[in-house]
């Protein structure tokens, strides 16, 4: 293993034998699995999209998450196809007797699909990024210290490496800045037609 990848695990491990405690781990289990599948942030778009004041914003965060899924879970996951840093070999399956990331424990249920990127951590920062300008500060805030906890629990719990986190965090906000773009623009377009009167 080259030494970029050998301080990726390192980090791991370092949080692993220095950070993790009996007092943080049940908090940031349960962090990490508001972030499973993006439930909390489909609920909370679907509660926008419900009331015509936050309409905007649950559209822009729809975007943000739709694109989410197709770039990150649907095109890079499969085609780098980056092993867990727990898995033992390249999958779970696999009957290899070196773990990627030797003595690192996963302390949540193991995923079975691939490590890169961080899906949890795109589709938070997605959200919280196209549901920026259309939410009052005191609302955002929150949504931004959320996702940024989401991300660091994946870390935590070792479910990923630092660059997986990374480049999710990084494609998230790209991803969230289009979904605002393209919500606010669709959003305006409808209300020009609505607007139009009828012949």
Known sequence: MNPF?????????????????SVCDPFFKLIT????AGIFWIILTVALLCFKQTRK???????????????????LKPLIARPRP???GNS????????NVEGLKCIVKEAKDYSFPSGHTAASFASAVALYPSLQKKYS???????????????YIGIHYPTDVLVGLIDGIFLGIMGAL???????????KKAVPED
């Open 33 to 36: 699995h508001l972030g499973d």
């Open 141 to 155: 805030v929150p949504l931004f210290i959320l996702a940024a906890l989401i991300a660091f629990s994946r870390l």
């Open 57 to 75: 914003a649950g559209l822009c965060s729809m975007i943000a998450l739709l694109g989410s899924v197709v770039l990150n879970n649907v095109i």
């Open 92 to 99: 779970p399956d696999s009957k290899g007797i070196v773990a």
């Open 182 to 192: 393209l919500g606010n623009y669709i959003y305006k377009k409808f209300e020009e």
């Open 5 to 21: 990848l050998n301080a990726d695990g390192d980090i791991l491990i370092y949080l692993q034998d220095h950070v993790r405690n």
């Open 86 to 88: 727990f898995w033992f």
